[in-house]
């Protein structure tokens, strides 16, 4: 009795040539590099769900989806990290602005003529923080 041998042609997997888009850029690609880091797929921060840490503090930053992790944990090292170098960098701008609603701080005071407060460069003058103030200015200049 004979056993049929089976060739190595006979025993093939099935490929796969099928053309799958990303669902981040929107680019057409294979099964083998359909996955963001396979394409170096530069939207899959779109997409891709992580949450960074703070390289000085430690502290996981969350980031909407659409927004660039890079930006976002450079703003909370700008505002909210707790650690040594970023405090010590924002103490240098401790003049915060008066105008409601306005977070920004400066490093030298920036005093209204009109009501004597002290405002952000963006809101110095008396039209861009509804200045009440109707005393005379400080000086002649």
């Not at 590099?33 to 921060?45: L, M």
């Not at 405090?87 to 209204?112: A, D, H, S, W, Y």
């Amino acid at each position: 009795m004979l056993i049929p041998m089976l060739s190595a042609h006979a025993i093939s997997l099935p490929l796969d040539f099928l053309p799958l888009k990303c669902d981040a850029c929107e680019q057409i690609f294979c099964t083998d590099h359909i996955a963001y880091a396979q394409h170096d797929c530069t939207s899959a921060y779109k997409k891709d769900v992580q949450v960074p840490v703070c390289p000085l503090c430690n502290t996981p930053v969350p980031v909407r989806r659409g927004e660039m992790p890079d930006v976002v944990v450079g703003e909370h090292i700008d505002r909210d990290c707790k650690s040594d170098p970023a405090q010590r960098k924002r103490k240098i701008f401790t003049n915060k602005c008066l105008k409601p609603g306005c977070k920004q701080k400066e490093m030298i005071k920036v005093i209204c003529d009109q009501c004597h407060k002290n405002y952000c460069l963006k809101h110095r003058h008396p039209l861009d923080h509804d200045c009440s103030g109707a005393g005379r200015p400080l000086s002649k200049a």
